[in-house]
């Protein structure tokens, strides 16, 4: 073992500024000498991860504040041109919807705003039925390319989950395998088929057991 | 066999790790939602520290910006999402804030932060409404030359060395005082979540 003992002249002067590099107020090259002692010693990993908790509940303390009118907008504005576009646009049409979509910012006020911001039609979460431990729910929100989210919680997970889709017809879509800890995870796909086509989903671990099963018949 | 289907309105109703994944796959809706979950969160801390409404709105946005282009990397096992988004919005205040010098970083301007008057705290996932006002009391019983040290280190960016200066006191001082600081601040939070 090369860990440092808490003697150590290094892990003194180590010690001393585990609180700078916790709030990222120390320079480049101390810094990076601090986390490779961090690396080596236990004592400051430990101490290191406690002054960090110290500063996440001191960001919490700062008093909520609502922003300027329009900020959601300006946002969403700012986000939106990143935004995958599809292929194949002319050079035309690529111009029309720049122009649509700064139209679209400048006019994100007042009732275009509210409804710009409403949440979009009623998604459908269902809670999975888990065979063993733990428990979870799966999402479906959009209509014709849908995004799933499944969200693992509790209980006795494996390694790795895979994710089977039945549709009404009796297609079986796979998806994964996903890693997932012992303590659960979360992951989503774009799903190709339509919301309405779906009848059930599956987790199925590398041995091919059914995990669990949700509903997802509209 | 027992199972229920719920309807929800969402994604405003999602947890924030599934918005996360949601605007990792670039969907606009969740990142709309998750935008107005933490607004006001974001507003008020870098508020806080640049000081300056416009300023501290260019700092919210661009926050967001970094939320949305790096929702994907996002991982629920390290932290709350609400640590994640304050921390990268702390950062860009401080950066703010170090390109606005020679503009004092004024301690005494966050008072509110630790008097028992400061205004409601909103509901957290990171740090609970009662953990909440344990970490105002820690900081409260700071003594006031300990809590100017930590306050400037944590919401004005300020090294040891800076602290040093602007109190006029030895490094090595600065540095105690800002570890003590933090370390009462986290034992505040460890005794309440003691059983
Ligand atoms: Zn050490």
Redesign the interface.
């Known amino acids: 073992m090369t860990r440092a003992l808490p003697n150590d002249a290094g892990h003194e002067a180590a010690s ?5 590099l ?6 480049g090259e101390r810094r990076t000498e601090l986390l490779q002692h961090c690396e080596q010693c236990v004592a400051c990993r430990r ?1 290191l991860a ?2 960090a ?16 009118a329009g ?2 907008a ?3 504005a ?3 041109p ?3 576009r599809r292929p194949r646009l002319t050079a035309r049409a690529r111009r029309v919807l720049v122009a649509a979509a700064l139209v679209l910012g400048a006019g994100l006020t007042g009732a275009g705003l509210t409804r ?2 409403a ?2 039609a ?6 999975l ?1 888990v065979h063993g431990h733990g428990r979870g729910e799966v ?1 479906v ?2 209509e014709r390319s849908p ?1 799933l ?1 499944v ?1 693992l919680q509790g209980g006795n997970w494996p390694a790795w989950v895979s994710c089977e889709l039945v549709t009404a017809a009796g297609q079986r879509i796979a998806l994964g395998p996903y890693a997932v ?1 012992p ?1 659960g ?4 796909a ?1 799903l190709a088929v339509p919301a309405t086509t779906l009848d059930s989903v599956r987790l199925i671990s590398a041995d091919g057991s059914v995990l669990a099963w ?2 997802l018949r509209a | 066999m027992n199972w229920t289907v719920r309807r929800a309105s969402l994604p405003g109703g999602l947890p924030d790790e599934a918005l996360l994944a949601a605007m990792a796959h670039g969907d606009a809706d969740a990142g709309a939602a998750f935008v107005r979950r933490y607004a006001a969160r974001v507003y008020g801390l870098a508020l806080k520290v640049v000081g300056d409404p416009g300023l501290a709105e260019d700092v919210s946005q661009e926050t967001f910006v970094r939320c949305w282009r790096h929702a994907a990397v996002y991982d629920p096992r390290r932290g709350p999402a609400t640590t994640w988004v304050l921390t990268i919005a702390r950062n860009l205040a401080i950066d703010t804030l170090r390109l606005q010098r020679p503009i004092p970083f004024d301690p005494a301007l966050l008072v509110e932060l630790w008097a028992p008057a400061a205004g409601p705290a909103p509901e957290d996932e990171a740090v609970g409404r009662d953990a909440l006002a344990e970490v105002r009391v820690a900081l409260g019983s700071l003594s006031p030359a300990q809590r100017r040290a930590l306050l400037r280190a944590t919401f004005g960016g300020q090294s040891a060395a800076e602290i040093a200066e602007a109190e006029a006191i030895p490094v090595g001082t600065a540095k105690t005082r800002i570890r003590a600081g933090l370390l009462k601040v986290r034992a505040a939070l460890a005794e309440r979540e003691r059983p």
């Open positions: 001393e500024e585990l609180a700078e916790a709030l990222g107020v120390l320079a101490e406690e002054l908790q110290g500063l996440d509940a001191l960001l919490c303390v700062a008093p909520a504040v609502e922003p300027p900020f959601e300006r946002v969403l700012a986000i939106a990143r935004r995958r710009a911001l949440p979009p009623a998604a459908r979460t269902a809670a039925v999402v929100t959009g995004l989210v969200r800890g303590r995870g979360i992951w989503s774009r949700a509903p």
